[in-house]
């Protein structure tokens, strides 16, 4: 009970950190530019001075992370985990759209948008989840569903988080969906809850895909999810950096 205890508070920490960073970068970008020539009718009366300035509405901003989490039976031991995770990083920020996937693919955003209780929130992601199929996970056909019909989600602002272990039961691996995926992604990042170890093992095929990630965290425990933050800290990366 206490680890559990302590597990929660690393997880919603860690989702108010990110959900900080991206609060920050909106008083960055600071309000519109100057809409001149509205500024200018707004002010006709008043002998050339512009007491009333009037800015471009700026376009709502799109998502800024974009996440794909496996939930299959073979994430099953962290699967509460995960969805914990996402669930408070759901309610700690506004730009944020979460897709999981067996072998289809569905969005979960609203399953875990405000206004639910946690269980009540992450039951509701499961039952949607239980429709994609059986329980086996087939990355492949997974990654080139989310390519085909939800890739305008992720943009040159967005940060690909993928969360899952790489099996995907002998499936073809479809590589090349993760390549175009990054190539539309500010960055690409993996979460992976088995050791390097066991990469390449049976049907992992975490290596191959490690290889075309900005950077990939690897969190077997709970020492390892508190430094999570640091994998998703924008940074120079080198491409397939592994943490820790």
Known sequence: AAEAARLEVAVRRLAR???????????????????????????????????????????PPRPELVILCDLSDSMRPVTRLVLLFLLALHRAAARVRTFAFVAG?????????????????????????????????????????FLALHAPAVTRRATLLVIGDGRSNHAPPAAWALDALRRRARRLVWICPEPRSRWGQGDSEMARYAARCDRVAVVTSLAELERLPEALVPRALTRGAVLP
Do not use: C, F, K
């Open 17 to 59: 950190r990110l959900a900080g960073r991206l609060r920050r970068r909106d008083r960055e970008r600071g309000r519109g530019a100057l809409a001149l020539r509205a500024t200018l009718r707004r002010n006709l009366g008043l002998d050339g001075i512009l007491a009333h300035l009037i800015r471009r509405r700026r376009r």
């Open 105 to 145: 693919v569905q969005e979960v955003t609203r399953a875990l948008s405000r206004g639910r209780a946690a269980p009540e929130a992450i039951d509701r992601a499961l039952g949607e989840v239980r429709t994609l199929g059986a329980g086996n996970s087939d990355y492949g056909l997974a990654l080139r569903t």
